[in-house]
């Protein structure tokens, strides 16, 4: 059964920052997409970054270029390091895989709270 467990999220101040991880399980993760996702209040959920498996491509959303960067340890870990927090990042994170060529994400998970005071 797959399984991604995320941790990592707090709170924080604005201009702080902080490092999220998941740690996927359950499958080989070799030919996947793992994807960084956040959800604000009253908000829809909406890409953050996401990082093939083997680490050679990474894309970001324009509102965190330059202060966020993803990084994959393995086929199966993969950091999101958050810097220069703003209040506008505050949301629930989430990670998700999907197959590379394929833009469904198969799985998730639970989540966690980053909240950035002003």
């Known amino acids: 059964q797959v399984q991604l467990a995320e941790s990592g999220g707090g709170l924080v101040q604005a201009g702080d920052s902080l490092r999220l991880s998941c740690v996927a399980s359950?499958?080989?993760?070799?030919?996947?997409?793992m994807g960084w996702f956040r959800q604000a209040p009253g908000k829809e959920r909406e890409f953050v970054a996401g990082i093939n498996w083997s680490g050679r491509n990474t894309a970001y959303a324009d509102s965190v270029k330059g202060r966020f960067a993803i990084s994959s340890y393995n086929a199966n870990t993969v950091d999101l390091q958050m810097n220069s927090l703003k209040s506008e990042d505050t949301a629930v994170y989430y990670c998700?895989?999907?197959?590379?060529?394929?833009?469904?994400?198969?799985?998730w998970g639970q989540g966690t709270q980053v909240t950035v005071s002003s």
């Open positions: 998700a895989v999907r197959r590379v060529g394929i833009s469904k994400y198969d799985f």
């Open positions: 359950g499958r080989t993760f070799v030919g996947y997409y």
